[in-house]
Each structure stands twice: as structure tokens, then as C-alpha cells.
């Protein structure tokens, strides 16, 4: 695993001191010779981490930090794997639930009594939830608090394979207090990936761009278009008609020239106060409306 470095974490954390080394020697991946790696790595016992913990809190003792951090990253793995069937690389899963760990650790309060992961499961699932969020798609994505209610629970198999395969679909949805559609389409939106343009289609030949509808209108369109903004601005002249020179003036220059005019500087060329201007707009715009309709 490469290092794991992040400005705005606290100074002992921001260091090479607390990477695990890559290696890449035969057949296994990276991924497997870091989990070789970490298995040689010893997890620690309640009373050698409260003992590290205090180190850490009233001394800033980093190599306490650093022992810290070594010793749960087994549980960050173990909290990384759990997201595996959103398609992302596991490596970089657990570097982002590492990241919500080091916050923890600068955190943590000892003397509340529980376990450092006690409180740490909690950043490190925030931190590769908002990974996860960012990475799905090349398209920000707004999410509400329902949207990251369902994406929260789609780490268990049973709410993926409701949102996948559509069995079930209701009762998970009932957990939410929504409707099985409803369901359906916020999970999707997290379980569709990306697809480039260059990838063939689906009968093996040529590029998805040719499938892609032109972003202009198709000549009949353009036709019934035009002629629909033709006919919108002869009903609009027609509508002007029926106002009086100076309300027709006061509604061209503030509704329909390229630069609107202020109140002021038609009250000042018409010779009347902005609040008689106003009424004048206001009046004018009802009988538009009017005739309009």
C-alpha cells in the first residue's frame, strides 16, 4: 500500500512513517501481498492500546500514533470489504477508510471508556462513503438524506440484491418508509457506472457515439420551432396593441430590450415618480397577461 498522506490531517499522521510497503514480486497482486503484509502486523490487546492512547493524548506521542494506526488497520480492511460490489478498487477503499481512521485516532477521547474502533467504525464508513459517492460517477450527483439512507444499507447483500435483481424490493423499501419504485430509483443511481463513449455497442460494432442522438433538432422539428416563435410573436405585438403608447413603452424597455431600464431612468424620461412608473408596469403587465391568455 502506498503511503497515505492528506494536508489537512493533524501533522503526526501526514508522514511516509505510516505506510505499509508495496511489493510486487511472482504472481500476487498488490493487493494480496499487502494483506500478507498486514497479517504480520499484531492486534492490540484493550490494555496495550489504552496504555498507547494515553501516549497519544497527553504526550502527542507519535510513535504511539503510528502503533495505533498499524494495530486497527485489520478492522479498517475488514469495514472496506463490506463495500467491494460497488466496483472500486479495494486498495483504494481501504486507503480512503484509512484516512477516516487517522481523524479518529486525533479524535478519539479515552475516557468515555470503549475501544478505539468503537468510535473509529464511524469515520472510517464515512470516509469511504464519501469515496464511494465521489468516485461513482464522472456527474456530481446531489444527494439527499434519504439518497445516503439507501446507499448507507446497500453494503448488505440484501438490500444489493433488491436493488440488482428487484426481489424484495418492497420490504426493503418498507424499511425506509418509501415506496419499492422509489427504492429502485435512488439505489440505481448508485449502481449504474459511467459508460465511455468509445466502448462498442451492443452489437459488437462501431463506438457508442454513432448510437447518440444529434443534439439538434430534426428539420421537422426546427419547422413546427419556428413557427411556433412566429406565432408567439404575433400574438404578442397583438397584445401590446391593445396598451396604451406609454404603457407599451414602459414594458419594452423593461421586459423586452436586451438592457432593461431601471424604474428610475424611465420615471426621469417620462416625468413621474418610480412609484407611478411601477403601477404602470405592474397594470400593464395584468392587461398582457390577460389578453394574452
Known amino acids: 500500500m502506498t503511503s497515505v498522506k492528506d494536508k489537512n490531517l493533524p501533522a503526526p499522521f501526514n508522514s511516509q512513517s505510516t505506510a505499509l510497503k508495496s511489493y510486487y514480486r511472482g504472481e500476487l497482486s498488490p493487493l494480496d501481498m499487502w494483506y500478507r503484509e ?31 494506526l498499524m494495530g486497527n488497520l485489520h ?21 480512503e477508510g484509512t484516512l477516516g481512521l487517522m481523524k479518529a485516532i486525533h479524535r478519539f477521547d479515552p475516557s468515555r471508556g470503549f475501544r478505539l474502533m468503537t468510535y473509529a467504525s464511524w469515520w472510517v464508513r464515512a470516509a469511504i462513503h464519501d469515496y464511494i459517492l465521489k468516485s461513482w460517477s464522472i456527474v456530481k450527483m446531489g444527494t439527499n438524506k434519504m439518497q445516503r439512507r439507501v446507499f448507507a444499507g446497500l453494503k448488505k447483500a440484501k438490500h444489493a440484491i433488491a436493488a440488482i435483481e428487484g426481489r424484495l424490493d418492497e420490504e426493503i423499501a418498507g424499511e425506509y418508509g418509501i415506496s419499492g419504485q422509489e ?7 448508485f449502481l449504474q457506472r459511467d459508460m465511455s463513449l468509445d466502448s462498442e455497442s451492443e452489437e459488437g460494432s462501431g463506438n457508442m457515439l454513432m448510437a447518440l442522438p444529434s443534439p439538434g433538432l430534426q428539420p421537422e422539428e426546427q419547422v413546427t420551432q419556428d413557427n411556433w416563435a412566429q406565432h408567439q410573436h404575433e400574438l404578442l405585438n397583438q397584445a401590446l396593441a391593445t396598451l396604451s ?49
Not at 78 to 94: C, K, T, V
Not at 183 to 189: D, W
Open 38 to 68: 498486514l497479517r504480520q502486523i499484531p492486534k492490540l490487546e484493550r490494555e496495550e492500546e489504552a496504555e498507547l492512547t494515553k501516549k497519544w493524548v497527553e504526550e502527542k506521542d507519535l510513535q504511539a500514533a503510528q502503533r495505533l
Open 75 to 95: 478492522a479498517v480492511a475488514a469495514i472496506a470489504r463490506e463495500y467491494r460490489h460497488f466496483g472500486l478498487p479495494e486498495m483504494d477503499l481501504i486507503q
Open 183 to 189: 427504492f429502485q430509483n435512488i439505489a440505481s443511481s
Open 245 to 293: 403608447e406609454r404603457d407599451r413603452l414602459i414594458i419594452r424597455r423593461r421586459h423586452l430590450a436586451e438592457e432593461p431600464e431601471t424604474l428610475k431612468d424611465l420615471a426621469e424620461e417620462l416625468g413621474i415618480s418610480i412609484e407611478r412608473v411601477r403601477q404602470l408596469e405592474t397594470r400593464a403587465m395584468k392587461k398582457l397577461k390577460a389578453s394574452l391568455t
